[in-house]
């Protein structure tokens, strides 16, 4: 056998040699750690139901748990129930002096659980919570980590559906604040006080989506809360959330004013064609109606109005008002037609009664023909008669200063000013006078509602 075969022999002989050793330290120092949770949480050295001591050990100082959290996603934002669901990783740290232990050089950074009965915690609970479950797939989602110095460190993942009470006077042109409050239940602040971590207590992802809301920032604050039994310490975040107004502009305001526009093409339709503008009349007033009725449906029975209510509310007025243009046209187109056939009907009447009455005339001059008399008409006429009452009252009106041109006068003597025109100078004056209103109210509106945001910010 070669000198080569002896080196490999050699060197593989020491690597299964320190392998083995490799082995036996972690053996034993798993077995350290086990020593070292058995010396510090054995049975009769540690009890988790005493508080721990103060800073350094104090007993009459209260206990300092720091608090901070990571929020992985918000689900949804409930607008007619008022709430919000969050999934959160939350972090709670505080120092228990008992639970120090060598560190064996450095090389035992901390010692890890999952049981968290096993030692001393906080009665941390979420004040504004209506639904909460934690993570146990694959398993409990879940670590206590027991540092040398004492300091313990507590994380877990749940989900929490969070009230949260909304202002929706603005609404969908407003901004809600959720909050996320955690108190002490049975500790008051003499015992134990919650603090925000200093740095950056709260964390959001980055790639943080909501289909309807925008996550504009986020507060952190105290709520600390005086009742009979004492004081309790309380922390909370504040989050502000800014609707997406893009969603609320396609599907509401934008269909909305086609509604109305399509309402006015009523008044461009021939006074004859009484079942186009009834249909076109009642079918954009139930669209409206039933658009109205969708928009009030997602969102809850508020006492206040809302700003979609004024939008809605003026819009269904509109197209009422073009159903009511409508009935006024026709009334006034057969209340026209009626005098008309009044009017001739005494024009007959009246050519009748001339016709008998030339024939009498006539009847008579025959019968007075030879003993008729010519009398002379008068030289200077009497101040009651007709005649001269008619030529000073010429006189008068051209002695009168002319007056200046009305455009309204001059626009509407483009139209005939007999009875059966009436309708159709009703209808050409709502065709400027519906838009003129409606853009009026647009521009009150948007001023109105877009300014009131600004100052609400």
Known sequence: MGTGHYFWAIFYFASLCSASLANNAKINFREKEKKVLDQILGAGKYDARIRPSGINGTENLPTYVYVNMFLRSISKIDDYKMEYSVQLTFREQWTDERLKFDDIQGRLKYLTLTEANRVWMPDLFFSNEKEGHFHNI???????????????????????????????????????????????????????VFLWKEGDPVQVVKNLHLPRFTLEKFLTDYCNSKTNTGEYSCLKVDLLFKREFSYYLIQIYIPCCMLVIVSWVSFWLD?????????????????MATQTSGINASLPPVSYTKAIDVWTGVCLTFVFGALLEFALVNYASRSGLNKANMHKENMKKKRRDLEQASIDAASDLLDTDSNATFAMKPLVRHPGDPMALEKLRQCEVHMQPPKRPNCCKTWLSKFPTRQCSRSKRIDVISRITFPLVFALFNLVYWSTYLFREEEDE
């Open 138 to 192: 694959i398993m409990p989602n879940v670590y206590i980590r027991i540092f040398p110095n004492g300091s313990v460190l507590y994380s877990i993942r749940i989900s929490l559906t969070l009230a949260c009470p909304m202002n929706l006077k603005l609404y969908p042109l407003d901004r809600q604040i959720c909050s996320l409050r955690m108190a002490s239940y049975g500790w008051t602040t003499n015992d134990l």
């Open 271 to 287: 006074q004859g064609a009484v079942p186009a503008r009834v249909s076109l009349g009642v079918t954009t007033l139930l669209t």
